[in-house]
């Protein structure tokens, strides 16, 4: 999927120039690597679902910088960890452990959804299902404490917010301002959040109505609101099956793109994006079928080869 932001960002005033430098340091320093080296074998000890680890690039920064005016010592998540797991219940050993590395961290727990779900009408983004930690860590001598967020959340809230994230979040071609952009975010998160679990969890038959009404109420609660930007949001949908599908193709797909161009990744996501979106109705995408509109989609891409897909865009 290609990026949607506009990455051409040149530091200017002072506090950018020291932001580029603190930045620029975190890449070269030989404690950061070794710290984010011990939470990857701490997940593979976990038999985690997937790990993702990243120090903050220095356009992401300065443009974070810009919209949000914090300064250094304000910033949260120059380093990201996400702990990506198949359950909720998978959580909480994860956590157990980041108390014991972490002790000073800012423990946020997000695993209850009535945290997310009242009221429908939502103010402020809150992360995905899980836990969300952030501390600051002095891990590099002389220098200032390094400031980590970790994650740790299932699979359906891991697509969830990725899907809305770059679709809506990250997207610079919106045109919104921050708090509407941050709200729409927010309810696609939720709604994808909600199909992701419909699509990919096992659940009973009250399990799956419970979901579908609270699906149907954040809906209607927002009508007009997802309604007025409903291009955005079946955009976090479509990024919501793409992300579904590389998920259930996960050891295929990784083995594949060591070996591609970042291009021909675009590309190959593009495509899984379109086939998804071909077959979907998007037409009638917010009304009460939207449950069986998805299901349906996510379906028929299910039954396509990723080797299939892989293969006609690579030779297009």
């Keep these: 999927m290609r990026n949607k932001m506009n990455l051409d960002v040149i530091a200017e005033t002072n506090e950018e120039k020291n932001i580029e430098q603190y930045i620029n340091m975190l890449h070269k320093s030989k404690e950061v690597k070794i710290f984010l080296e011990e939470m990857q074998a701490e997940s593979k000890k976990r038999n985690v679902y997937k790990f993702r680890s990243r120090i903050k690039d220095v ?79 002095p891990m590099i001598p002389n220098q200032k404490s390094v400031p980590i967020e970790v994650r740790v959340c299932s699979k359906e809230a891991y697509i969830s917010e990725q899907s809305a994230y770059y679709s809506i979040q990250k997207n610079d071609k919106t045109g919104l301002p921050i708090e509407e952009k941050q709200h729409l975010r927010d309810l696609a998160q ?23 009404i609270e699906l149907n109420n954040i809906i209607d609660n927002n009508f007009d609101f997802i309604n007025s930007h409903k291009e955005l949001v079946i955009d976090a949908i479509l990024d919501m099956g793409r992300l579904i599908y590389k998920c259930e193709h996960d050891d295929e797909i990784s ?31 917010f009304d009460k079928n939207i449950t069986n509109n998805v299901f349906n989609a996510i379906k028929e891409m299910r039954n396509i080869d990723y080797r299939d897909i892989k293969n006609e865009v690579l030779n297009n």
Excluded: M
């Design 190 to 212: 939720h709604i994808s959040y909600k199909l992701a679990l419909l699509n990919i969890r096992q659940l009973s038959i009250n399990e799956r109505e419970r979901h579908t």
């Design 255 to 285: 083995v594949a793109e060591k070996v591609l161009s970042q291009k021909d990744i675009d590309d190959i996501d593009d495509k899984i994006k379109l086939i998804f979106s071909n077959n979907l109705d998007v037409i009638k995408i």
């Design 59 to 137: 356009n992401s920064a300065i443009r974070t910088h810009r919209i949000n005016k914090k300064g250094l010592d304000d910033v949260r998540d120059y380093v990201g960890i996400s702990f990506i797991t198949n359950t909720e219940e998978e959580i909480y050993p994860i956590i157990d452990y980041l108390k014991e590395k972490l002790p000073n961290g800012d423990f946020v727990d997000f695993i209850a959804e009535e945290n997310i779900y009242s009221p429908l009408v939502y103010i402020k983004w809150v992360p995905p299902l899980g836990y969300n930690i952030l501390a600051k860590e």
